[in-house]
Every structure is written in C-alpha cells, then in structure tokens.
C-alpha cells in the first residue's frame, strides 16, 4: 500500500525558512514525478512544485519561484520543500503527491500544516 | 499561470444528472490532455476521479465522466447520491510543464 508521510510543518515568521519532508513506503519511488500541492484554510487546491523521477527536471508555481525548492533522495525515499521568504499567504496545508497516472496524482499524504505569522 | 475557472456551486437531487466546468486557455486545458479532476470531502486529502480528460482510475463509479472541448473541460456526475456532495476541482498540465488548478465547485445534494 503507497503511504505518504509528511513532517517538518510549523509556525514560523514571515521572512523565515522551512524545509518539509515527504517520506514515501509502497513503491519504487525512484520511478515516480512527486509533486508538492497546497491548500490555505478554508480555500482552493494550488499547484506549488514537481519533480521528475530523475531529479532532472522540476517545475514551480509562478507565487513560489525563487523562494522555494523542492529535491529528493531516492536513497531515503524522500522529497523535500526548501521554503525561504516565507509570507503570510504562504500559511497553508502542504500536501505531498505521487503522480501514478499521466498529469494525475491519485496518492497524497495527510498533508503538513505551515503557519506564517508573526 | 491563473486558476482555471470553475462555478463556485451546482447542484441537484437523487438521482439527477450535474456537469461541472472547467475553463482555462489554449495553453493548459485547451493545449493538453492531461486534465484530471479530484473530489474533496471536508477535512479530507482530495481523491482523483478523472484523469486524461476522460479515463478513470479504479474503483471509481462509472457515473463519473469527464469531456473537454477547446478549451473547456466538464466532469458530468450522473446519478447524484449523497456521497457526492463535496468540492471538486479540475487541472490542467500547462506549456510551461507546470499544472494548474482549478477554483473549485461546491456540489450539493438537495
């Protein structure tokens, strides 16, 4: 069964940094794009970040470009969100996403909740 | 790289018949075939339901369909049960291999 186990959410300051983490069990995560989708409270689905299953080619959301970065370690079977300049409006459910069918992403984690306030 | 524009709400009762819209540009939705739509009950992980326009994945009932024309995507719920009364929000992998969601529809059961 494909688990996916996010951690590393919190609260922390505009202007500050946080770096999640997607743990992943149940597949050969080395053969996968995971993707990074995000939900402020009470709003819409957004699409932050996508890595292909080689690490070679990654994509970013226009309101996240230059500030946040997503890697992996197929090693650990893990992705990351390296988030810097953190804003308000970046205060958000971050969920990580395996892409299993062509632009589709059936599996998600339970989602990380990151607060950006002073 | 704005959200693909959906109706805030629809509706409709046992057993009736709901189509969902989903309109974005000829860069994304109208450019693509990678169009999926995914279901959201409250406080839940969403649940993909149509992917590449029209198939879906296993398990899911066949009272759910999805079309696209131009640059228009739908996702017809055929049959409405209770159970499907949630949020629903379609995306679109963009020329700039990115993806893009949706705003979201309501759907309510009367």
């Known amino acids: 069964e494909v688990h996916l186990v996010e951690s590393g959410g919190g609260l922390v300051q505009p202007g500050g940094s946080l770096r999640l983490s997607c743990a992943a069990s149940g597949f050969t995560f080395s053969n996968y794009w995971m993707h990074w989708v995000r939900q402020a409270p009470g709003e819409g689905l957004v699409w932050v970040s996508r890595?292909?299953?080689?690490?070679?080619?990654?994509g970013y959301a226009d309101s996240v470009k230059g500030r946040f970065t997503i890697s992996r370690d197929d090693a650990k079977n893990t992705v990351y969100l390296q988030m810097n300049s953190l804003r308000a409006d970046d205060t958000a459910v971050y969920y990580c996403?395996?892409?299993?069918?062509?632009?589709?992403?059936?599996?998600w984690g339970q989602g990380a909740l990151v607060t950006v306030s002073s | 790289q704005s959200a693909l524009t959906q109706p805030p709400s629809a509706s409709g009762s046992p057993g009736q018949s709901v189509t969902i819209s989903c309109t974005g540009t000829?860069?994304?939705?109208?450019?693509?075939?990678?169009v999926s739509w995914y279901q959201q009950h409250p406080g839940k992980a969403p649940k993909l339901m149509i992917y590449e326009v029209s198939k879906r994945p296993s398990g899911v009932p066949d009272r759910f369909s999805g079309s696209k024309s131009g640059n228009t995507a739908s996702l017809t719920v055929s049959g409405l049960q209770a159970e499907d009364e949630a949020d629903y929000y379609c995306s679109s992998y963009t020329d700039s291999n990115n993806f893009v969601f949706g705003t979201g529809t309501k759907v309510t059961v009367l």
């Open positions: 890595m292909k299953s080689d690490g070679s080619n990654t």
């Open positions: 996403t395996r892409e299993d069918v062509p632009g589709g992403v059936s599996n």
């Open positions: 000829s860069s994304d939705v109208g450019g693509h075939n990678y």
